[in-house]
Nanobody, 120 residues
Framework: QVQLVESGGGLVQPGGSLRLSCAASGSILSIFLMGWHRQVPGKQREVVATISSGGRTNYTDSVKGRFTISRDNAKNTVYLQMNNLKPEDTAVYYC??????????????WGQGTQVTVSS
């Protein structure tokens, strides 16, 4: 079994910053891709940022220059530093990993989600 625990969401004013964390635990042998997605009620979940095992990053256009994804492989943890937040960044943010786990092969796993609200 693989578990993902997210933290760091909350309420912030426009222009403010938040840092999300997601720690993976369980019978993990290797984590390939780590990423953050977000979802607004009534809309499809969208990819915000991803980072490969080698450190290659990708961002959706709307967050480029404002968000930074990083990972600590020793801690099986992925971070999302969000700066200059805008009201349109308000969403539930989900951590996602593609990992190889004992007895499960390679699968995608999701965190429980953390609410980010940007409002004055």
């Amino acid at each position: 079994q693989v578990q993902l625990v997210e933290s760091g969401g909350g309420l912030v004013q426009p222009g403010g910053s938040l840092r999300l964390s997601c720690a993976a635990s369980g019978s993990i042998l290797s984590i390939f891709l780590m990423g953050w997605h977000r979802q607004v009620p009534g809309k499809q979940r969208e990819v915000v940022a991803t980072i490969s095992s080698g450190g290659r990053t990708n961002y959706t256009d709307s967050v480029k220059g404002r968000f930074t994804i990083s990972r600590d492989n020793a801690k099986n943890t992925v971070y999302l530093q969000m700066n200059n937040l805008k009201p349109e960044d308000t969403a539930v943010y989900y951590c996602n990993i593609r990992a190889w786990a004992i007895g499960s092969g390679t699968n995608y796993y999701w965190g429980q989600g953390t609410q980010v609200t940007v409002s004055s």
